[in-house]
């Protein structure tokens, strides 16, 4: 059956300004949209604005202390805030800056996500795009990692008011620390994380030996893996554990963090995936039939993301797109070919030898086995 799909997109969370230097550039969700409407494939769902989310709905999760700093504070009255500044990890180091307008775009990310779990919830959709949010690393009361409000906690405690259990599942090159912190001692949420783990690689958290803790032991999962992480290793690790993680976990619905930095020729990243080998995962999920949230996050190359999140969604509308990119307002940012697929680099070598990817598939599927204990 076709599936019904909603998308929420405001064209001017483009406009946000991390700063100059900074890798987070809002601009690569307009170069998305951009595509989408190239591409004519906006018609095939239903497309909405984002609402901003109230500070009610934000301290769902955040305390409302962090929320009322986030509310306050301006790049013009710092000076009035530097106790909370250092506190919060806002505008302490690079990572989290204080720009122009910042709340707002905390409110327009996590409203996506927010309504979009409640047209999961209402069944109004099958499935639900929030490119801009995916914001996987932020605290209760800490921004981190470029992220500010955790719209998907926010989307998750939502599908709980009504789903007995949600299934998070997160291919960002990061490990999605926030979201695993916030339901790490609960059976109703698993986590799965695949992630680039070692040499102090941030956030620095998510070992295979991380399982949850208490009612949710074995309800967190992480797949630590190394440099060069191509198509096929990274197929031969998910499809399995994704599977077993069905058998055993039987979500009501899921949550897809669809990080892009994951890919070949990201500048913050070490992978070596190309567009289809990203986009076979949200195809191997969407087939289970489940209510599922597809969420963004990180991505710093920002035509290959476009590309990317273009392309996915094209997969989650059953619609091929043709490989020559139609003539878009950001036309010369895809220059000199013009296509939407590249092939991965062979120079990089794959640090993840069949031995070390057996070794993390059998660890992870002998915990997802204690499930049934
Ligand atoms: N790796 C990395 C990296 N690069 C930056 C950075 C670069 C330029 C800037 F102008 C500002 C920041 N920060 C980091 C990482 C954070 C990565 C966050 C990934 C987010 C996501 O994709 O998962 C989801 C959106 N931060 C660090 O490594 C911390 C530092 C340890 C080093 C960098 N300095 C700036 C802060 C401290
Ligand atoms: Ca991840
Ligand atoms: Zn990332």
């Excluded at 949420?189 to 690689?201: E, P």
């Excluded at 290793?233 to 069905?246: D, N, W």
Aim: a negative charge.
């Amino acid at each position: 059956m076709k599936k019904r799909v909603a998308y929420f997109m405001d064209n001017d969370i483009g406009g946000f300004y991390f700063g100059q230097d900074h890798v987070m550039q809002p601009h690569r969700l307009s170069m998305t949209h951009n595509l989408v409407l190239a591409y004519g494939i906006y018609r095939k769902m239903e497309v909405y604005r984002p609402r901003l989310a109230t500070p009610e709905e934000l301290i769902q999760f955040h305390s409302p202390e962090y929320i009322e700093f986030l509310s306050r504070v301006t790049p013009d009255n710092r000076t009035l805030f530097r106790k909370e500044l250092d506190q919060y990890h806002v505008g302490k180091n690079a990572d989290c800056p204080l720009f122009d307008g910042l709340f707002e775009f905390c409110q327009l990310y996590s409203g996506g996500s927010i309504d979009g779990a409640r047209k999961l919830l209402s069944g109004s959709s099958d499935v639900v795009i929030n490119w801009p949010g995916g914001l996987h690393h932020a605290k209760k009361a800490q921004a981190s990692g470029f992220c500010y409000t955790n719209d998907i906690v926010l989307g998750i405690l939502e599908l709980l008011k009504f789903f007995p259990r949600v299934l998070y599942i997160d291919i960002d090159l990061h490990h999605g620390d926030g979201v695993e912190e916030a339901f790490y001692v609960t059976d109703r949420v698993m986590t799965v994380s695949f992630h680039k783990y070692g040499d102090n690689f941030f956030p620095g958290t998510g070992s295979i030996w991380d399982h949850g803790f208490g009612k949710g032991e074995y309800y967190a999962v992480n797949v630590p893996l190394k440099d060069g992480m191509d198509d096929e290793s990274y197929e031969s690790l998910f499809k399995p554990i994704v599977q077993k993680v069905m058998e055993m976990f039987r979500p009501s619905a899921v949550v897809l963090q669809c990080g892009a930095d994951s890919l070949a020729n990201d500048t913050l990243g070490s992978f070596n995936m190309t567009i289809k080998g990203h986009a076979n995962c949200l195809q191997f999920v969407k087939e289970f039939g489940i209510p599922t949230l597809v969420l963004g996050g990180g991505g710093y190359n920002i035509c290959n993301v476009a590309r990317c999140w273009a392309y996915e969604t094209g997969v989650l509308l059953d619609t091929a797109l043709d490989d020559t990119i139609p003539f878009n307002d950001y036309w010369e940012y895809f220059a000199p070919d013009h296509k939407l697929h590249f092939e991965k680099d062979n120079s990089v070598k794959n640090m993840n030898t069949p031995r070390y990817i057996d070794s993390v598939k059998e660890k992870v599927i002998e915990n997802l086995r204690c499930l049934c204990a």
